[in-house]
């Protein structure tokens, strides 16, 4: 039986709310409000993490973590983490040994650039907007293919789950690369 496919136009045609559909049809992004600020250099940078750390002002900043090994999340979280008003929320995996797995598992005391940081901060996750697909995914995905490939190179994750995958992987006679 042929499977039929829907054109990518009929899916995102159909996909939204009715009210998100109007305020993007009248050119209308939902980012786009007066207090919806955007920071370009590192100067205004570090100036917002400074006023936050040192206010009572309300915020939501939204930043992209990695693992939070790096980048702007690392000045966020070594301003903000020491103060139980705060709220950080992970959307998503944090691999083992980082940073953002260490808050993430609730550790009350962080290393953040060679000096101690308290959480006082709460610490939330929400999942579903991982873009890290689960073993039981990635097998259908690699023995669901038409064609199967002649090797699967396992690059990226724990020494443990890369492990197992590969087990899996060598039952359904795929050669598995380290």
């Known amino acids: 039986m042929q499977k039929k496919l829907l054109k990518p136009t009929a899916i995102s045609k159909n996909c939204g709310g009715k009210e998100a559909k109007q305020k993007l049809n009248n050119h ?61 929320l992970f959307a998503g995996y944090q691999a083992q040994g980082t940073l953002g797995r260490a808050i993430q598992s609730g550790d009350a005391v962080v290393d953040i650039d060679n000096e101690q940081a308290e959480v006082n901060a709460q610490i939330h996750t929400i999942s579903g907007y991982s873009a890290h697909a689960d073993q039981n995914d990635l097998l259908k995905f690699v023995t669901g293919v038409t064609k199967q490939p002649k090797a699967v190179h396992l690059i990226h994750g724990e020494k443990e789950a890369k492990r197992e995958l590969g087990e899996k992987l060598e039952a359904e006679g795929i050669e598995v690369v380290y």
Not at 47 to 58: G, H, I, K
């Open 28 to 88: 209308r992004h939902p980012l786009a409000f007066e207090q919806c600020i955007t920071v370009e250099s590192h100067r205004e940078h570090q100036a917002l993490v400074n006023r936050l750390a040192s206010t009572d002002e309300p915020a939501i900043v939204v930043a992209a973590s990695g693992m939070c090994e790096g980048g702007r999340i690392v000045n966020y979280l070594k301003a903000l983490l020491p103060d139980e008003r705060n709220d950080v």
